[in-house]
């Protein structure tokens, strides 16, 4: 498949240019491909080498950091396609194959104020859409996971060397593909209740633009999903210490997550159904959702998010939490598991209507104010001088204890707006000025 791909297209295009065109990568087709890897000779049971493999492959140079609509997608692309028709699972993707083609205007998805019909690129992305039947039941449980990255970090990134550098994203999201392979292997072999409908999602780091096509255009009726679950940035547990976001958009979650928490995972059970990643567009769809998260740290979003810093013991434990959930949901009738809306609370900068500081909050701070990991370039926090680390105690006048009060200290503010930004570095409190 790679090298058909790469033949089609270096004829005509530039590297990281595919343009909608006939020669488009979806023009070879995943059976006409040579078996690069042999996926049968992983283990059914979800393990740790196997994770450790998946990532291995999807966070390597070679695939340059998986940017959404170029060639190195597809690779990535075919590499999760290939172990599914391995697996078995069967293709609900566009006519009869595992894709799912959207197209992305890259102007708009990297400037939200460019208009709709800039002459810009236009490129074609695809969703992966896989289904393993179930043993009884009607209905099906989604689980999903992005496969794209910020290639070599001209959009999304905190790294701010001048030599553009790859991104392999091994965290974000190779470990939440590895999870959904392990799942794919897993449940193929041991079909659960339900039925699953797998969902590899491109188009996330330009803000949720796969997950938001296909709940557009769903390929399996919605109102047969009984609930998805999100993995997305999976592979940094530490301390066994698991963050599930969604928890209050069905009442049954938080005690089917501690009761099948067999591994005595530290559960952090969050109750906001939305949020930075593509289990929001489901919610919208009032479709109860989980979002499986090992934390943020230092690397996010930067070069090094590599293999070396995964924990493929801690990955495999969060992985299997989530098998057991989808077991635990099997008894249960879509009926028991009705929606509920949670507050807006934890919605990071690109999906808000108002002002920005384009920060990026450490969810795990357990202190006074809200602790930043990073910021982005030329948004108003880094113009104000915030730092990594930084704890952010006041907007103005007002202040906060935690990441809900200053969504809320931020909701009272308006774009161009001039304010003051207190924050605490390094034990010392100090007030900068802020341009919203
Ligand atoms: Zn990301």
């Known amino acids: 498949m790679l090298f058909c791909m790469l033949n089609k297209q270096s004829e005509y295009f530039p590297l990281f240019l595919i343009a909608l065109s006939s ?21 059914p049971e979800i393990s740790a080498s196997d994770i450790h493999s998946h990532i291995k492959f999807l966070a390597s140079d ?61 490129r074609v ?17 989604i689980i999903g996971a992005h496969y794209d990255h910020l290639g070599y970090g001209s959009f999304g990134s ?20 590895a999870g959904l392979l392990e799942l794919a292997h897993y449940f193929s072999k041991n079909p659960p209740e339900d039925n699953l409908l797998l969902l590899a999602f491109s188009g996330e780091e330009m803000g949720l633009l796969g997950s938001a096509h296909y709940v557009k255009e769903p390929t399996i009726d919605l109102a047969k999903a009984k609930a998805m679950i999100n993995l997305d940035m999976i592979g940094r547990m530490s301390d066994e210490n698991l963050l599930i976001f969604g928890i209050g958009t ?36 009032k479709i109860p959702v989980l979002h499986y998260f090992t934390g943020t740290h230092s690397d996010y979003h930067r070069p090094s998010d590599d293999l070396a810093y995964i924990e493929e013991k801690g990955l495999e434990l969060v992985v299997a939490h989530v098998a057991k959930m989808v077991d635990a949901l099997g008894p249960l009738s879509k009926e028991e598991l ?8 934890q919605r ?27 910021t982005n370039p030329g948004q108003p926090a880094q113009n104000a001088g915030l730092q990594s680390g930084d704890i952010i105690l006041a907007l103005g006048e007002t202040q906060f204890e935690d990441i809900y009060g200053y969504m809320d200290a931020l909701k009272t503010l308006v774009v161009g707006q001039k ?12 007030t900068l000025d802020l341009q919203l």
């Open 250 to 285: 069905t009442p049954k979650w938080s005690k089917l997550a501690k009761a099948v928490n067999e591994d005595s995972l530290n559960l952090n059970l969050l109750e906001d159904g939305t949020g930075a990643s593509d289990h929001t567009s489901f919610y919208y769809k």
């Open 62 to 122: 070679s695939l340059q950091g998986r940017e959404s609509g170029t060639e190195f997608e597809a690779i990535a692309a075919n590499y999760i396609i290939q172990a599914f028709e391995q697996y078995g699972v069967e293709a609900k993707g566009d006519d009869g194959t595992f894709l799912q083609a959207f197209t992305i205007n890259v102007a708009r998805s990297t400037n939200p104020h460019a208009s709709d019909d800039t002459d810009g690129e236009r």
């Open 23 to 43: 020669l488009s990568w979806l023009q070879c087709n995943p059976n006409d491909s040579t078996r690069d890897t042999d996926f049968n000779v992983f283990s």
């Open 419 to 430: 304010t003051t930004i207190t924050i605490v570095r390094d034990g010392k409190k100090q």
């Open 338 to 345: 009705p929606f509920v809306e949670t507050p807006r609370k």
């Open 158 to 177: 905190l790294y701010r060397g001048n030599t553009p550098r790859i991104h392999n994203g091994a965290d974000d999201n190779a470990s939440g593909i």
């Open 125 to 141: 992305a695809n969703n992966i859409v896989g289904w393993i039947p179930g043993r009884s039941n009607t209905d099906y449980i």
């Open 348 to 374: 990071q900068s690109m999906t808000l209507d108002g002002p920005t500081l384009g920060v990026l909050p450490d969810y795990g701070f357990e202190g006074v104010g809200m602790q930043i990991i990073g």
